[in-house]
């Protein structure tokens, strides 16, 4: 069965370069990210690693851990991060995971469905699917995003969703197309008028059931 938003994500052991961890005692009380690449050494992932590398500040700001993934061992792992620093210009401090045995992977489903055939695997079913899991503080599964291998993911949208994750956790509000942080939020239905005004301010009615506000952050 697939992981849905709002699961709890699986608890897992696993070796990293930076030692061994337990996911759910690794996030801790932390917003986190968990972020998955086919192989080692492979130049679509050595730049996607660079730009979270890059953004170390940016997660620290929003109290966010970052852990990515790779079907490849610890030796690899720790030879790759030179790469990696090489090409970002910055240290790469967060930890991967080595899924050698893709564990890990199938526990999440971030493999093709054709991996799960009885008759073995292609080298090709190996490489688990990039994707984007990030998870909230309770260790429930809060967004997904997976990309081809052919597309370079979108960090600055992975950011953006996750301020979004950030600012509506558990609060009344959602966010409207393209919304950055400072910009008005949508009400839920589940507060009428005066409730909503009582508690965010004046309303800018677009709509009957399109009302903003400005964003409590």
Known sequence: ???RINDTVPDFTAQTDKGEISFHDWIGDSWAILFSHPKDFTPVCTTEFGAVAQ??????KRGTKVIGISVDGVAEHEKWKGD???FAGVAAGFPIIADSDLAVSKQF???????Y?????????????RSV????????LQLTMTYPMSVGR???EVLRALDGLQATFQTPIATPANWQVGQDVIVA???DDAAAEEKYGKLDKKLPYLRLAKSPL
């Open 1 to 3: 069965m697939s992981l």
């Open 55 to 60: 953004l170390a500040p940016e997660w620290e």
């Open 84 to 86: 990696i620093e090489s």
């Open 109 to 115: 489903d971030m493999l093709p469905a054709d991996a």
């Open 117 to 129: 055939m009885p008759d073995g695997r292609t080298p090709a079913h190996s490489a688990t699917v």
């Open 133 to 140: 899991f990030i998870i909230s503080p309770d260790k429930k």
């Open 154 to 156: 979108n960090f600055a």
């Open 189 to 191: 239905l589940s507060l």
